[in-house]
Nanobody, 114 residues
Framework: QVQLVESGGGLVQPGGSLRLSCAAS????????MGWYRQAPGKQRELVAT???????NYADSVKGRFTISRDNAKNTVYLQMNSLKPEDTAVYYC????????WGQGTQVTVSS
């Protein structure tokens, strides 16, 4: 059974930091491309960052220079370090694993507010 379990969300003040984790289990392995997406209320889900097995990364323009995606293949875990958070980063953040089939986690809420 494939599972993606996100953790690390919460409430943070503008300018603060959070680190999201996504633990993968089942048939997901290092050959999968992994990513983080987010969905704010009333908006479509959008890509935040992706990382492939070579370590190559891709970021949305809105988070470049502030967010860093990384993966630990030994732990089958992908991370999203989020710095200099802004209120517009408030959303539910979803972990994604893709190869032939795409899998999604259940999401973790990130709220940036003073």
């Amino acid at each position: 059974q494939v599972q993606l379990v996100e953790s690390g969300g919460g409430l943070v003040q503008p300018g603060g930091s959070l680190r999201l984790s996504c633990a993968a289990s089942g048939t997901i392995n290092s050959r999968y491309a992994m990513g983080w997406y987010r969905q704010a209320p009333g908006k479509q889900r959008e890509l935040v960052a992706t990382i492939i097995n070579s370590g190559s990364t891709n970021y949305a323009d809105s988070v470049k220079g502030r967010f860093t995606i990384s993966r630990d293949n030994a732990k089958n875990t992908v991370y999203l370090q989020m710095n200099s958070l802004k209120p517009e980063d408030t959303a539910v953040y979803y972990c994604n694993a893709a190869r032939v089939v795409t899998y999604w986690g259940q999401g973790t809420q990130v709220t940036v507010s003073s």
